[in-house]
């Protein structure tokens, strides 16, 4: 779906939206939970009987994935069922079961010469949210987004862009029956990638985007925005194999991590493994996983275990595989291991797999990164894993957010200062 | 003081700095509150301890303020006596007796799984401080980049540099004493401009800039930063007296927020007043006034009030004077001073006169900005004064932190995930 339209009314239609959503976030920034309530179960409900329409415009984008080159991951991704659709409603009523963040006093006291202070959690404002291919986040993103009391700009790919566009469409209607403003929840309307460059320059309506999809994608909007981005690159997730680990344990943990789902940001990328236990844990290791095919590319301590190791390149410790491989080092301490991934890791996930309280508790405090674990998979960093609700995405960064985004990472606060006649005196 | 140096030596330099305070800050994460709380009470008996060598330091800056071409405001600023050198060791000292925010578990779980969610404070890691011409600023920085667990880079003005210098030497032969990781606090050694230039680079090392100074220097760093910055460029502050205000207490709010102190960044620059009480407000302020020769650049309404208003041009509802005018507009309703606000503030600290309950909801509800006042002058926006003890800074941003900052703006968290061998099955 593209307007056709000159660069300047490209300029002018994406101004527009800015600015439409940015009256609209002032009016969602005192709206009552009920109302927005109302709209999560109104919408679940609309989906459901729009069933008909959705999969008819989900046909119409599959008709088009050979022509995008779709992978058949790609392809699967794109598509929608009944059942996915129920999944989608179900997302929704879960947003609306959440705790309203807008309006919690995350502090409050009363000073000394009686000033009552409050610091109040308000929304951030206006979101631009950049998305590939999958139609569920269309849903999934509006309903964090306003349930938070925000205002979204969705920015869809070319792939799911008519079913992208009917669950906006949906969306929007029950806002309307809901007396949500309508305008808090805008998709753009077209793919045309210039739009983007055009929101990226408007820091004065917009107070957050949020890009979700490959890295290229989030290097290009790191580079043009000019408000702040929420954000991973990647996730090369490590797990640390220590000579006091109990190795049942470690088998099943790498195997869940790796494996569980290899194209997701959370799954092991790397494996460190203690030389005292390497030879017998990557034996085992290595029949465990034999049913997945992994390509396993060591550095030359792992050659001499594993016959069919490939030999890892400098490359290979940074790389996220996202599938059947992983890279494989051998480490002689606990230093070592915290070291390498100080040096390689994205700072997304990493879990140490001992039975010694002392080597993990170095480990939790050293290594820098948004979730570590201590005997458990890397799969559970995740907002619904960690018992946030719904995530909007994952920050690599330290700012503002680290690890899975949820209701609570789209609000600011306020100082709301009450007082009676107060004024300073020093 | 400078390093005579080529620009690539320069960037050497820089770089051996920000890899250092890495370093540093790996070691300073893990550090004990006690070994930060010694070097904070150290340091303060030094600072005392060597008044002599601070003195001369400083009389060396004060012998150039000419040549800098400093006003009399920036020279007093700039002047250290034995009563200023014992508030700045009293700042340390406040500053060690403030709650250590590292390893605060912000939120707790035990997952129905069995799996423990901790989210844990931890420092933010590598801080940028570039300043200008207060020496005292100097070490009140470096208390609350330290107790906040981070290391820290101290870029001081060229007016203050020998000040900054040898409190800096100070501060740093008491991290020697108490074992607390010197490159922890690191003074730039030179004042070239192009230094800042290859620090705001370094996204892999520096963690934060915080840049504090005129508008010029924070434009600058925030166009070249490749890491977050905290900043505001500028407090365009707002008194809104409402219809229902008590003038007697308007008067006394509006004289407090705007001549306590004239040159700060929450003094009020711009008054907003109710037509219905303006003719008696504005003759009753006028006269309060008198003796701070206050120049009032009003609206069409307000010269018809006060004989001697300079008309406002279109650019004076923007300005933040920072001495002895106001900005003045009358209103037809809470509204209008709404919006006016919404226009022209710098979304720093507004403050509403007035004895409705109602209207000062919907004030507080409806402006954006960092603080928002009822009934208190607009001084009050300040860490000490809002209970957050020492600050480096006030944000006007909304993401990460917002106001005033402290200790706990200069920390984040991660997740610590504690399991028993868990893995995921869905």
């Not at 976030?25 to 959705?54: F, G, I, P, Y």
């Not at 009552?116 to 269309?138: A, M």
């Not at 979204?152 to 809901?178: D, F, M, N, P």
């Not at 640390?240 to 869940?256: C, F, G, H, S, W």
Request: hydrophobic share 40%.
């Amino acid at each position: 779906m593209t307007i056709s339209a000159t660069i300047s009314q490209l300029d002018t239609y994406c101004r527009e939206v800015a600015n439409r959503a940015k009256v609209a976030a002032r009016e969602m920034a005192n709206l009552s939970t009920s109302v927005k309530n109302r709209w999560l179960l109104h919408a679940a409900d609309s989906l459901v009987a729009q069933e008909r329409a959705l999969l008819d415009a989900n046909e119409l984008d599959l008709s088009k994935a050979d022509e995008y080159g779709l992978t058949p991951a790609e392809r699967e991704r794109l598509k929608l069922t009944s059942e996915r659709i129920v999944q989608i409603a179900t997302g929704l009523r879960e947003v609306a079961a959440l705790a309203d963040p807008v309006g919690e006093v995350i502090e409050g006291s009363r000073r000394p010469n009686g000033l009552e202070i409050q610091k109040t959690r308000v929304p951030l404002g206006v979101l631009f949210f950049i998305y590939e291919s999958r139609p569920n986040v269309t849903a999934d993103a509006a309903a964090i987004a306003i349930k938070s009391g925000n205002a979204i700009i969705l920015r869809g790919g070319k792939e799911a862009i008519h079913s992208s566009q009917t669950i906006t469409e949906t969306l929007r209607s029950s806002a309307r029956s809901c007396e949500l403003p309508l305008d808090a929840l805008q998709m753009v309307a077209t793919t045309d990638r210039e739009a983007v460059g055009h929101f990226l320059k408007m820091s004065d309506a917009i107070d957050l985007v949020i890009p979700r999809g490959g890295e290229a994608l989030i290097r290009r909007v790191v580079a043009e925005a000019t408000m702040p981005v929420l954000k991973h690159y990647d996730g090369n997730c490590h797990v640390y194999v220590d000579k006091q680990a109990d190795l049942d344990m470690a088998i099943r943990i790498v195997e869940n991590s790796k494996c569980q789902r290899m194209g997701v940001c959370n799954a092991m990328e790397s494996l460190l493994v203690h030389r005292d236990v390497a030879p017998t844990f990557l034996h085992r290791l290595h029949d465990q996983l034999a049913k997945y095919n992994i390509e396993y590319r060591g550095d030359e301590r792992c050659s001499k275990i594993l016959a069919d190791t490939v030999p890892a390149t400098e490359a290979d410790w940074s790389r996220e595989y996202l599938g059947p491989i992983m890279s494989v080092k051998i480490v002689d301490s606990l230093d070592e291991a915290i070291d390498h991934i100080e040096k390689y890791s994205s700072r997304h996930t990493e879990s140490i797999v001992t039975n010694c309280i002392q080597t993990a508790d170095r480990f939790v405090r050293e290594v820098d990164s948004a979730a570590v674990m201590i005997n458990a998979s890397t799969r559970f960093n995740d907002g619904g894993q960690l018992g946030m609700g719904a995530e909007i995405g994952i920050s690599t960064d330290k700012f503002h957010a680290r690890g899975p985004c949820g209701l609570r990472e789209l609000t600011t606060y306020k100082f709301i200062v009450r007082g009676d006649g107060h004024i300073r005196t020093s």
